[in-house]
């Protein structure tokens, strides 16, 4: 999400530009280290990547770049467990938070995604030669099993539909479908609302969003005082007392913790006990419904995954529990973002990616073309998820409320009600078609409630009466 949507993401050129020629200073390197690339996988016009980073030294590894070369022609796409900035063709990866420090023997890794056919050269580890380089052994000549490509024309009828989950989805209240929508708790150009305004039409009310404190991992939240005047005057009290009301409507009000301003970090024990210990408390302030996990700035999955475990513990089976990843995040199930969608699936409510201020990416048949703000880009981007392992109605799309909401991806919300028939029927597809169509898919997601308003109401009125008449 964002509280200000008008910048478009990329998923470089924004570090580049922080960064820029200051990017001179190594982190500590510890003699043996080394560097090892594998294709993971390859098919042809492009590959899948793995750096497996070795500390056969003495003493800590407290941070890595390795940085290597591609030929014209060669580019990288989607990454993970890694920062990216680019110089030409030259690619530097360097740490994130959670996987900078190795110990000795220990190892870490990160993967990225290529366009063409070339491969790594010249690589270097914290300024040294990389010491590893490709494997002896030849990569495997077909496509991540989750996502492969198409072998055969499009289907002239309507693909075949999935089987029926084998685990049943936890118990939450909310209807199969679902149209969810984010509360703005601050004043900016969108319309104001109190909550007890959000229109009808939203099932799902996520409130944006719950702040970091001092304490690594723990959240607070109270009503904006920003929002409050613009309001004339809207206290916790309030607040309070309008959840209440949402909810004896038969609407689910879960508290939203990140944002794109967002710097709650979850890295470790204590901060995990933290983060469930401070949500829960909000929970029994304000009577949330559950919780939505909306960090833009990484996520330590192991981490993560434990909190909200240890918050479910706490808050029962009825626990709602939502994410709101980048497009970025949710291109390889090797992602921290997807890992932990992945591992805790047994109690994840649904995920919301936000397909929109991303530019294009690959869809699960590997195409790079899809550009955002099209059927084909939602769908395509939606069949990833839908067959690396989540269950349809753990799968919802995430786009935005029309003008002002962001910075692009911005459709018509037709063109949303077109993506949800192409998953769930096999109808009104683009050029591109998923291979079996999901009928359990959940819903969609709009950021945000405030902006739809601000335009009219037009996706909440458009998209879920449509959401009724899916199978």
């Not at 829960?280 to 330590?300: C, K, M």
């Not at 591109?432 to 969609?444: E, K, N, Q, S």
Request: proline content about 10%; overall charge neutral; hydrophobic content about 40%.
């Amino acid at each position: 999400m964002r509280r200000a949507r008008y910048l478009v993401l990329s998923l470089v050129t924004a570090l580049v530009a922080a960064l820029g020629a200051a990017w001179v200073t190594l982190p500590a390197y510890a003699a043996g280290a080394t560097a090892s690339f594998v294709k993971t996988a390859d098919w042809g016009t492009g590959w899948e990547g793995r750096y497996t980073i070795t500390n056969g030294g003495g003493t800590p590894v407290t941070g890595w770049t390795v940085s290597f070369e591609l030929p014209p022609g060669t580019t990288v796409g989607s990454y993970w467990d890694a920062l990216l900035t680019t110089s030409g063709q030259r690619y530097t990866f360097t740490n994130r938070s959670w996987n900078g420090s190795i110990a000795p023997g220990a190892s870490v890794s990160f993967g990225f995604l290529g366009n063409g056919s070339s491969s790594p050269a010249n690589c270097q580890l914290n300024g040294a030669p990389c010491g590893g380089g490709t494997p002896t052994t030849p990569p495997t000549t077909t496509p991540p099993p989750t996502t492969p490509p198409p072998t055969t024309p499009p289907p002239t009828t309507p693909p075949p539909t999935t089987l029926p989950p084998t685990t049943p989805p936890p118990t939450t209240g909310l209807p199969a479908h679902v149209l969810t929508g984010y509360w703005h708790n601050f004043d900016n150009p969108a319309v104001e609302l109190r909550l007890r305004d959000v229109p009808a039409e939203y099932d799902l009310v996520a409130v944006a969003f719950a702040e970091a404190t001092a304490t690594p991992g723990a959240v607070t939240f109270a009503v904006d005082p920003g929002l409050s005047a613009a309001l004339g005057g809207y206290t916790d009290a309030d607040f309070t007392a309008d959840v209440r009301t949402l909810q004896s409507r038969g609407k689910k009000v879960i508290i939203s913790v990140g944002g794109e301003t967002g710097r709650v970090s979850v890295n470790d024990a204590a901060s995990a006990v933290a983060f469930s210990d401070s949500v829960y408390a909000l929970i029994q302030r304000y009577g949330f419904d559950g919780v939505d996990i909306d960090l833009e700035n990484g996520l330590n999955p192991t981490y993560m995954a434990q909190a909200l475990r240890a918050l479910r513990a706490k808050a029962g089976a009825g626990l709602i529990i939502a994410m709101a990843p980048q497009t970025i995040d949710m291109q390889s199930p090797a992602g921290s973002y997807f890992k932990l969608a992945l591992d805790i699936r047994d109690i994840l409510t649904v995920v919301n990616t936000q397909y929109y201020n991303s530019g294009a990416m690959l869809g699960c048949d590997h195409n790079a073309a899809y550009p955002q703000g099209t059927v084909n880009f939602i769908v395509a981007l939606a069949c990833i998820q839908l067959e690396a392992g989540l269950r349809p109605d753990q799968v919802g799309l995430g786009l935005p409320a029309g003008p002002g909401a962001a910075g692009g991806g911005i459709v018509a919300p037709s063109v949303v009600n077109a993506a949800l028939d192409c998953l769930t029927r096999g109808t009104n597809c683009g050029s591109f078609r998923p291979p079996r169509t999901y009928p359990g898919l959940r819903g969609a997601m709009t950021w945000s409630i405030n902006w739809d308003v601000t335009n009219g109401n037009g996706f909440a009125r458009t998209v879920a009466p449509h959401l009724d008449t899916l199978p």
